[in-house]
């Protein structure tokens, strides 16, 4: 099947836009991709090195106010500690922002989507006070600059992440036998396990539960600090090697380089090349796509040891790429931001600087469809199953925010037949031509026009 | 793909009929339920570690694998209840709390939470694990004589592969609210007809905010519908407090619902497991009161909770305070029909050859019989149904009367 402009930025890209031409080619997309990340430099997010000063503040901050010896330094510290949790929150606000208006405006929609798509593979969600809204400075950082690049990159970036490590708990992990242990201190196998299982060879792949123990014992060492951030603590490390998937990793004195050896195997594995390629494929082609096309994706996987801009370019070579019919439902952070896109948003129209009109236009409707920003319900991310996104619940949030959130946001809106045309294309199917003509109001043909199959599907 | 009440509403779609027809708005009279027993089923995500829930202090072999634990309220004798759940001592000593322990699925040796859960809903072996359509709850349904729409009901924004399947289940969460004007609404009808997925989930939300929350589904302007996401947004700020949902649950059970189901999360407790497990067995506390306070003395006589989880965690703590992934666990029974004040177990002992690959709880019975003898209980589910069916291959074993 040929290559469809239209189609292309509706599947693999962000969606139509009025303003912007879509791709002209899957060689363009792929020069686009490979090209400086200019969305990215217009429209800033702090990556997560430049976050950790705030952090440390806070937690200071916290404890200064714990510590407070009279009530009027007691009340000093509060202020302090609530001052800057706004700041925090504010920044959030405004990067999440940012995010949208990439979407709306990029000429490069498939960076966009690459990053959530890795965003979501290696889930790492800030939790408590100090850790929260840390998500996107940790995606800007380890994810976003290695979506064109090398998976074994983006998995070295991802697994000494402080929000990874602290978020899959690595950081309270210490080598039963290692000096800092104690004899009382001793392993933690959460990230071990989900890196095994999430991250790369699958839940179905070839490792047991002494896999996950023996790449447990290799993994401690990895910490960090909230002065350096990411940091290798060779007293922690459990001493000896470890043999991971039948290979000795490591030898009397630990190192960051056993661990990273061990990562570049495991990006390799022909487990790993599989598992990766069956979830791009289900991500953007189909909830069950073809073997042929599992086949096409693991094969350019293998060949090029994990280049992912080649399995990107074997995905949007493959006839299944183009097929005409619909058959994914975009998930909430697309369906939102493929329709500040079709609405031809720009920064102006949205309350960046207000946390709370930024809340209730897009951050808490975004969790009443399912997906509150950076914070998915586990470590696997988000569901993929179409059902699980189509709920009756989570739908009626998705159609209350077609219907009135683009009236909120832009006050002015287009006539709903010239907006049917900017988000749809000419080919929109007849119904929802009907209903833009017979809409009583704009704010309600704009609002059907977003909420149909036609827009929700890529 | 969900089938069920949605292929269901889809034939109704396709038969011309509108929402007048829609099973979800036509009243249905008490007397065509299949029973006034309520079964409310609570799925704790992320591996609850039945070890801390139900502490076995009477075993030898425990202080040593968990020292310095708080102490807790004896049940038993040999077993003693966490502190989190301490306000629910007082059912345990009206015997409407009880306990089963040393139980799991058959799911073994992978630990995934993600497998784990898919096996707890669907509850099928081990070979089903990624093939599953529809879930346990759903299957029973379909042997209720006179079950419809509304005779179960899940609850909250996930969808959950335990109800999912053949029969029709309402779903809908306690915060979810759609306002529309009559001719959006009749657009919105006309651009889903092709498309059942979203047909059919259009038509049970417009069906169900109508009905379930008093607001109109009929605007008169758009203004209306411009102000129903901030009411919804409202809503939402408040967070979905395990009260609202066990007051949703209740609500629903008051009237024709008999079977409602929604999961409670925070129970993967890989460090510091003294203060998290406090966190999220609070909720569970919370939740099982407000149902008692909202359903009423009459209907809580009537009325069982099961509170299940896809695997237990180690023995041992790790080296962070914590439990990783394991195999057996235990489940909790509350609720006035409840035969409780007990704890149903053959215990296996924690000896380290008595442990599961030396490492973790060792099961002694498979938790699907106990809900397999539930659903027998409650409902009049025969033993061969539940064995072949409700759960493909299960042998329920001896019934442990759960039941009063």
């Known amino acids: 099947m040929p290559f469809d402009p239209q189609l292309a930025e509706i599947r693999f890209g962000c969606g139509l836009s009025p303003r912007l031409t879509p791709p002209e080619s899957a060689a363009g997309m792929m020069a686009r991709l490979t090209r400086p990340d200019d969305a990215g430099q217009t429209y800033p997010i702090a990556p997560f090195s430049a976050r950790l000063p705030q952090l440390a503040a806070l937690q200071r901050a916290r404890r200064d106010r714990r510590k407070a010896k009279s009530d009027a330094a007691r009340r000093d510290a509060e202020e302090h500690y609530k001052d800057l949790r706004r700041t925090l929150r504010t920044d959030a606000a405004r990067w999440t922002g940012h995010a949208f208006l990439r979407r709306a405006l990029t000429r490069d929609g498939l960076r966009e989507r690459l990053t959530a798509f890795w965003a979501d593979h290696f889930t790492a969600r800030g939790v408590g006070q100090i850790w929260s809204y840390a998500h996107l400075p940790y995606v800007e950082e380890a994810i976003r600059p290695h979506v064109a690049g090398r998976f074994a990159d983006m998995l070295r970036a991802v697994i000494t992440q402080p929000l990874m490590l602290s978020y899959l708990d690595q950081y309270r992990s210490f080598g039963p036998d290692s000096p800092a242990a104690k004899g009382k201190r001793g392993l933690n196998e959460n990230l071990a396990r989900e890196l095994l299982e999430l991250h790369t060879l699958g839940a179905d792949g070839p490792y047991t539960q002494t896999d996950v123990r023996q790449m447990a014992e290799l993994l401690t060492g990895l910490t960090f600090d909230m002065k350096r951030g990411f940091v290798f603590r060779a007293d922690m490390a459990e001493p000896g090697p470890e043999t991971v998937l039948g290979i000795s990793y490591g030898g009397p004195g630990a190192t960051l380089d056993h661990i990273h050896a061990a990562l570049d195997d495991l990006a390799t594995h022909p487990a790993t090349a599989t598992h990766i390629a069956r979830k791009l494929a289900v991500h953007f082609v189909s909830d069950a796509p073809t073997p042929s096309l599992i086949r096409a994706l693991t094969a350019r996987y293998t060949e090029t040891g994990g280049d992912l801009a080649a399995v990107i370019e074997a995905l949007l070579a493959h006839p299944d790429a183009w097929s005409p019919e619909m058959r994914n439902v975009k998930q909430p952070v697309d369906f939102v931001g493929s329709a500040l896109r079709a609405l031809d948003l720009v920064p102006r129209h949205l309350p960046l600087g207000n946390l709370r009109r930024m809340q209730n236009m897009l951050l808490t409707p975004m969790a009443l469809m399912g997906q509150p920003m950076g914070a998915p319900p586990g470590p696997d991310g988000w569901p993929e199953d179409d059902a699980d996104w189509i709920t009756p619940q989570r739908l009626a949030a998705r159609l209350q925010w077609a219907m009135s959130a683009p009236f909120q946001l832009r006050r002015t809106l287009p006539r709903p037949e010239t907006f049917l045309i900017a988000a749809l294309g000419p080919d929109a199917p007849e119904p929802v031509k009907f209903a833009a003509r017979a809409a009583e109001s704009r704010a309600e043909g704009i609002g059907i026009i977003l909420a149909s199959p036609a827009f929700q599907r890529f | ?404």
């Open chain 2, 1 to 404: 793909m969900t089938l069920t009440r949605r292929q269901m509403l889809g034939r109704s779609a396709a038969l011309g009929c509108c929402l007048a027809a829609n099973p979800l708005v036509t009243p249905v009279t008490l007397a065509s339920a299949p029973s006034d027993n309520r079964l409310v089923v609570i799925i704790l995500r992320g591996g609850l570690d039945g070890l801390d829930m139900v502490q076995p202090r009477g075993d030898a072999d425990f202080s040593a694998l968990r020292p310095g634990m708080p102490n807790a309220k004896d049940l038993d004798g040999f077993f003693a209840l966490h502190d989190g759940l301490s306000p629910l001592y007082p059912l345990w000593q009206e015997g409407q709390l009880g306990f089963a322990h040393a139980v799991s699925t058959p799911y073994r040796d992978r630990r995934s939470h993600f497998d784990g859960q898919d096996m707890l809903e669907a509850g099928t072996g081990m070979e089903a694990i990624g093939h599953s359509r529809s879930g346990w709850l759903n299957r029973a349904l379909a042997h209720l004589p006179g079950a419809d729409a509304r005779t179960a009901y899940a609850i909250g924004r996930a969808d959950m592969l335990l109800t999912r399947g053949a029969a029709p289940v309402a779903n809908w969460a306690p915060d979810a609210a759609l306002t529309l004007s009559s001719q959006a609404e009749l657009l919105l009808e006309r651009v889903m007809h092709d498309d059942p997925l979203f047909r059919d989930a259009t038509l049970e939300a417009i069906a169900l905010s109508a009905t379930d929350l008093g607001s109109t589904a009929d605007a008169a302007t758009s203004g209306d519908m411009m102000n129903a996401m901030s009411e919804s947004v409202r809503a939402a700020r408040k967070g979905a407090q395990p009260e609202t949902i066990a007051r949703f649950a209740a609500t629903q059970l008051r009237a024709e619902t008999r079977l409602a189901a929604f999961s409670l999360g925070g129970f993967d407790t890989h460090s510091r497991q003294d203060r998290s497990l406090l966190r999220a067995l609070g909720p569970l506390a919370t939740t099982i009161l407000t149902l008692q306070a909202e359903l009423g003395a009459a209907i809580w006589e009537r009325t069982t909770i099961v509170a299940v989880t896809e695997f237990g965690r180690t023995a041992r703590l790790n080296g962070s305070g914590g439990t990783d992934h394991g195999t057996a666990g235990a489940m909790l029974l509350a609720g006035g029909a409840v035969r409780g004040g007990r704890v149903i177990t053959d215990w296996p002992g924690l000896a380290e050859t008595d442990l599961y690959q030396r490492r973790d709880l060792r099961p002694t019975r498979d938790l699907r019989a106990h809900l397999g003898w539930l659903l027998a209980g409650l409902y009049g589910l025969n033993r061969t149904t539940l064995e072949t069916e409700v759960f493909p291959g299960l042998d329920m074993g001896a019934d442990p009367r759960l039941i009063l």
